[in-house]
Structures are given as structure tokens and as C-alpha cells.
């Protein structure tokens, strides 16, 4: 397929591959809120042999060059789990997936969409969802407000101008996912502070931390309250096993027990938090690997970090209880906790939210209430695909 000069090829050599994680690198040179992800990291993604994801999918990379000039790429996936989800809740039947688009110019965007659709309606896909790279549970959505600071550990980072080449190319806007920022040095309003002392009284209630020494049984608690909690929210795709598993051996040296904390109700684990260090602050001088020092470096980081921002990138509560005002109380006394761990013990002075979806009500007043404010709009853009 080409347009002009520029020519757009799948990723089909190791060469292809490493054009593909190292382009970011030039687009982004002059970028001061870009941050370089590992290498090693972004190969771990795109890669089917150390990506679980790809027990369920399938996915094709492309690249498109310039005068033998690498100035753009994208992937077409499609997820075959989020296939068989309710076409209400945002996926379903024919709704294929683009993601890690990057492109130099309008016209290598446009050229790279149209690559990414042709690859998905030769599949039999009907509907495009996008940008999601890869899965929905990494990352999601591009970034439309926010700019202006970087990202936080697993979320995402982009240029401005993808907005009007994404939207040019006939995609519709249809969820917003919101990141919400906080400075956690203050005390919580008044009213969250008598919540929060109300359930410590409360026989039934207990808020602990998890234990690392039963990694994969408290992995497993997790997992069961998020694949209820999030069972009927848009875009939800149920995480596998291997995906838990995957995950939380990636997770494990970023995992403090007294950042994560699960709620019970009369013995019942019924809601849980994970809070993140940002490990972005550690990473982000690392140029993107590990050598020759870094690994060094980013171990003694992580024997205690001391960082400015915490993330909360999940939380749950069981759907049984979402409606009722135990549901805030659990959430307010996790938050609290969590709070007080990461000033004290880390060092943190701003706490980081989501990404929350657009119209979760639960959620997004819990962060009002803790006044917190919004500062990253991620866009999922859909479009149906017709025959040219």
C-alpha cells in the first residue's frame, strides 16, 4: 500500500520488529513529558511468545517509511475474548482493535489506519475500537487533555496532533477515561474522616494488607472481586489466569503490602485497592534499558522507593454491594490507608486516580469527595467498517 513516497509494510523481520519499539525514540526527542518505556518491557508486549494475551489473540504490525525512513507504525488485534463479549458494554461480535499508533505527518496516519482496517475487515471484523495497545487492561484510549506532565507507571502518552489524524480518518469519540490527581499530604474533607472512623468501629469490617509471603492465593482474591466488580462495566474483557499470572510476576517487584489493601466484610474479602509507586520517576533517566547500569540503579530504587506520586491503577468493589453506602465506606477507608502508608513510609505528596471511565458514577464520585481533580482525558474512538 503506498501514498507517494510512503510505503506501508507488516512487521515481518527481527529488524522490522526493533523499528517498531525504537521509533517513539525520534518522534518524541524533544517531548520533556514523553517517558521512555523499557525496551524490554514494550518487546514483552508485542511479542505472542511472552504475552499471554496472545492465548486469546491475534494481532498484525505494520510500519510505514519514507525514502527507507521509518516515520510511522500501528498494530491491527484482535482480542477473541472481547468477542464474545455484550455488544452494549462496548465490544462484541466483528469489533476488532488498533493500537501503538504513531505517526510523523497526517498523511503517514492516514495511510496507516487504512492498512490497520483493511488487515481487520479481511478478518471479517465490522467495527473498529481504538487506540488500545493491546489489551484493555494495559493501554487504553488516547491521551486528549494532559499533556502538559507526564504519564504515571502504565498509562499512556502521546502527540497532540493524533487526535485530528484519528478523528480525520472517520472515528467517533465514545468513552473517555479520566486519570484524577490529588495532593494526599492534607487530611480528607471532614465528612470522609467521620465515614472513615464509623466503619473502624464497626465489628464487621476489616481492612488489611496483603501478603506477599501468598503471592498467587491473594493474587487470586484480587482477581475474583475484579472480574465481579468490573463485570458489567464498558470495555470489559475477563483477565485469564495465565494473563493474572503473567501480570503479577511483572508486577511483583513493585508490589508493597502496605500499598494494596483488601476490604472484608464478615470474614468475606469484598473490595480491594492496589496502589502503585510511580515507577516512571525511577525509569524514565534510563533512556529505555537496563544497561549498562540500569538495572543496578532501578534495584536499589526499588529495596524503598521514595517517590512523589502513588497511582491507584485498580480498585473493587463486589457488584452486590456497588449501590449501597458500604461500598463508599470500604472505599474511603482504603484510600485513607493507603494514604497515610504513602507519606509516611514513601515519601509521596500527590496520589494518582484511574483511568476511570467517563460515566462510572461510583468512582468518579469518590474522587470528587476526596477533591481530587481531573488531570488526563484518555478518548476510545469507534468507526464501522464498510467495503471500499
Known amino acids: 500500500m503506498a501514498h507517494s513516497d510512503l510505503v506501508i509494510t507488516p512487521v515481518t523481520s527481527k529488524a522490522d520488529k526493533k523499528a517498531f519499539v525504537d521509533l517513539p525514540w525520534r518522534l518524541y526527542a524533544n517531548d520533556p513529558n514523553w517517558v521512555p518505556p523499557l525496551k524490554s518491557e514494550v518487546y514483552g508486549v508485542i511479542e505472542p511468545a511472552k504475552n499471554p494475551f496472545f492465548g486469546h489473540a491475534e494481532a498484525q504490525y505494520f510500519l510505514a517509511r519514507r525514502d527507507n525512513r521509518v516515520v510511522g507504525r500501528i498494530s491491527a488485534h484482535i482480542d477473541h475474548l472481547a468477542l464474545a463479549q ?9 469489533t476488532g482493535n488498533f493500537g501503538f499508533f504513531e505517526a510523523e505527518d497526517a498523511q503517514t496516519g492516514k495511510a496507516l489506519i487504512e492498512a490497520a482496517e483493511g488487515w481487520l475487515r479481511a478478518k471479517g471484523m465490522t467495527r473498529v475500537l481504538g487506540p488500545i495497545s493491546l489489551s484493555i487492561w494495559e493501554e487504553p484510549g488516547l491521551l486528549i487533555q494532559g499533556h502538559d506532565h507526564p504519564p504515571t507507571v502504565m498509562m499512556g502518552h502521546n502527540s497532540p496532533a493524533y487526535q485530528a489524524m484519528i478523528e480525520g480518518a472517520g472515528y467517533q469519540p465514545i468513552k473517555q477515561l479520566k486519570t ?69 510476576k511483572k508486577l511483583k517487584p513493585i508490589v508493597f503490602e502496605d500499598l494494596i489493601m483488601i476490604a472484608e466484610l464478615d470474614g468475606e474479602p469484598v473490595a480491594f485497592m492496589m496502589t502503585l509507586p510511580d515507577l516512571n520517576e525511577a525509569t524514565a533517566p534510563l533512556n529505555g534499558s537496563l544497561l549498562p547500569f540500569g538495572w543496578a540503579k532501578l534495584l536499589w530504587w526499588l529495596r524503598k522507593p521514595q517517590v512523589r506520586t502513588m497511582r491507584v491503577p485498580l480498585m473493587g468493589v463486589v457488584q452486590r454491594l456497588q449501590s449501597s453506602r458500604l461500598a463508599s465506606q470500604l472505599a474511603f477507608m482504603m484510600i485513607e490507608y493507603i494514604r497515610r502508608n504513602a507519606i509516611t513510609r514513601y515519601g509521596a505528596t500527590r496520589g494518582e486516580i484511574g483511568w476511570v471511565l467517563d460515566d462510572n458514577q461510583g468512582m468518579n464520585a469518590i474522587a470528587d469527595a476526596i477533591d481530587s481533580k481531573v488531570n488526563k482525558v484518555y478518548q476510545i474512538y469507534e468507526k464501522d467498517l464498510v467495503t471500499p
Open 86 to 94: 455484550p455488544v452494549e458494554q462496548g465490544m462484541g461480535p466483528g
Open 180 to 248: 484524577y490527581e490529588l495532593d494526599i499530604t492534607h487530611p480528607f474533607p471532614p465528612l470522609i474522616q467521620r465515614i472513615v472512623s464509623s466503619g473502624e468501629k464497626s465489628d464487621r469490617i476489616r481492612i488489611r494488607p496483603v501478603d506477599k509471603s501468598k503471592f498467587d492465593a491473594e493474587a487470586a482474591i484480587l482477581l475474583g472481586i475484579l472480574n465481579d466488580a468490573w463485570g458489567k462495566n464498558w470495555g470489559f474483557v475477563p483477565i485469564t489466569d495465565a494473563e493474572v499470572a503473567h501480570t503479577g
